[in-house]
Antibody, heavy 117, light 110 residues
Framework: EVQLVESGGGLVQPGGSLRLSCAAS????????MNWIRQAPGKGLEWVAK????????YYVDSVRGRFTISRDNAKNSLYLQMNSLRAEDAAVYYC??????????WGQGTLVTVSA | QTVVTQKPSFSVSPGGTLTLTCGLS?????????PSWYQQTPGQAPRTLIY???TRSSGVPDRFSGSILGNEAALTITGAQADDESDYYC??????????FGGGTKLTVL
């Protein structure tokens, strides 16, 4: 059974940093692109970043490029999102999501990031 | 910038059939946009319903079906049930490696 378990969310001040983690199990982690998708309170889904199975390619939405870094450790079956220079508009539930051909097929339960002074 | 369009809300009576649609701000949706659909109940993570236009994800009942209707992607739910009351998001490939979510449709069953 595929499981994705996020952690690391919390309250952070504007300008601060946070590192999210996602522990994956139930599939060959290194074979799949992985993503972070976020959802601000009461809003829709927004793709944030993705990383190739071997970590060789990374892509970001324009609003976080240069501030967020996606990474993975295939030996630990783990995905990460380092978030720096956080802004109020980054506040959201962040989901760790597996990608298969042409769809996001498995989603974690999400971790809440709150940005407030 | 390409926008993926969905009606903000939709209502259906229990037992009814409904079709939610997903379009593009510029152009028509086709199978080459690889439409997928996601269901999200309040407080829960999204769940994948349909991918590549009309393939049901594992465990999804056959009351849910996907298609292309005219120039839009469509999600049809037959025999609506109370627990179908959720937000539904579509995802489309819009070219150059970019995938974009629609804004979501809030379905009410009453």
């Amino acid at each position: 059974e595929v499981q994705l378990v996020e952690s690391g969310g919390g309250l952070v001040q504007p300008g601060g940093s946070l590192r999210l983690s996602c522990a994956a199990s139930g599939f060959t982690f290194s074979s799949y692109w992985m993503n972070w998708i976020r959802q601000a309170p009461g809003k829709g889904l927004e793709w944030v970043a993705k990383i190739k199975g071997d970590g060789s390619e990374k892509y970001y939405v324009d609003s976080v490029r240069g501030r967020f870094t996606i990474s993975r450790d295939n030996a630990k079956n783990s995905l990460y999102l380092q978030m720096n220079s956080l802004r109020a508009e980054d506040a959201a539930v962040y989901y760790c999501v597996k990608w298969r051909e042409a769809c996001f097929d498995y989603w974690g339960q999400g971790t809440l990031v709150t940005v407030s002074a | 910038q390409t926008v993926v369009t969905q009606k903000p809300s939709f209502s259906v009576s229990p037992g009814g059939t409904l079709t939610l649609t997903c379009g593009l701000s510029s152009g028509s949706v086709s199978t080459t946009n690889y439409p997928s659909w996601y269901q999200q109940t309040p407080g829960q993570a999204p769940r994948t319903l349909i991918y590549t236009t009309n393939t049901r994800s594992s465990g999804v009942p056959d009351r849910f079906s996907g298609s292309i209707l005219g120039n839009e992607a469509a999600l049809t739910i037959t025999g609506a049930q109370a627990d179908d009351e959720s937000d539904y998001y579509c995802l489309l490939y819009v070219g150059y490696g970019n995938w974009v979510f629609g804004g979501g449709t809030k379905l009410t069953v009453l």
